[in-house]
């Protein structure tokens, strides 16, 4: 089997830094995807990458940039640190796009803002 | 996009009592319907899915029901355990939008 590996697991940050997330897959997956989980609610996308050095917008892209220089690595930025912003970022892959192929998460990364 | 949502948020109940989440979409060319558990500290695994040529699919106990016309879709744990305490994501959509999650408890 495969793992995703996200790193840093906790990212403390100041107001308006701009914080770079890692995620390194070895499922030689295609597609790989970057999701915001606010505390107890749902998965919302920020980007996703179908392949190496392809780059789609989600819902939530606003805020953060993205790179996929390589296929097995998908890293996201947040371009200006919001104070006291508190969240969760999960890094997912799968073979193809979404539909109909399962997702597999990373442990997540914890970001604090202060 | 896609919207997907989920109902309840939070869900309480008794162990060995059945638990339903309900869930509905909006893209009518959805085909693929997944649920993903997430227990507390732990990413998000998938644990049944269904695709839209069935109406029903059981794993052990749990039962995933569809209705293509309604679009909505639902989860049904049966027999609930303590260890089905967990975060409870629905999914549809070409890029997969995933519902706002229910937070199920089971009561010893």
């Known amino acids: 089997g495969g793992i995703i590996t996200q790193t840093p697991k906790f990212l403390i940050g100041q107001e308006g830094q701009k914080l770079t997330l890692k995620c390194q897959q070895n499922f030689n997956h295609d597609t790989m995807y970057w999701y915001r989980q606010d505390s107890g609610k749902g998965l919302r996308l920020i980007y996703y990458?179908?392949?190496?050095?392809?780059?789609q917008k989600g819902d939530l892209s606003e805020g953060y940039d993205a790179s996929r220089e390589k296929k097995s690595s998908f890293s996201l930025t947040v371009t200006s640190a919001q104070k006291n912003e508190m969240a969760v970022f999960l890094c997912a892959s799968s073979i193809g796009l979404g539909g109909q192929n399962t997702l597999y998460f990373g442990a997540g990364t914890r970001l604090s803002v202060l | 996009g896609e919207q997907v949502e989920q109902l309840p948020s939070i869900l309480r109940v008794q162990e060995g009592s059945s638990a339903s989440i309900n869930c509905s979409y909006e893209?009518?060319?959805?085909?693929?319907f997944p649920w993903y558990k997430q227990e507390p500290g732990e990413n998000p695994k998938l644990i049944i899915d269904?695709?839209?040529?069935?109406e029903r699919k059981q794993i052990q106990g749990l039962i995933v029901l569809l209705d293509k016309k309604a679009k909505r879709f639902s989860l049904h744990i049966t027999d609930t355990q303590p260890g089905d305490s967990a975060m409870y994501f629905c999914?549809?959509?070409?890029?997969?939008?995933f519902g706002g999650g229910t937070r199920l408890t089971v009561r010893p």
């Open positions: 269904i695709r839209s040529n069935m």
């Open positions: 990458s179908i392949t190496e050095n392809d780059l």
């Open positions: 893209d009518s060319a959805s085909n693929y």
């Open positions: 999914a549809s959509g070409a890029k997969l939008t």
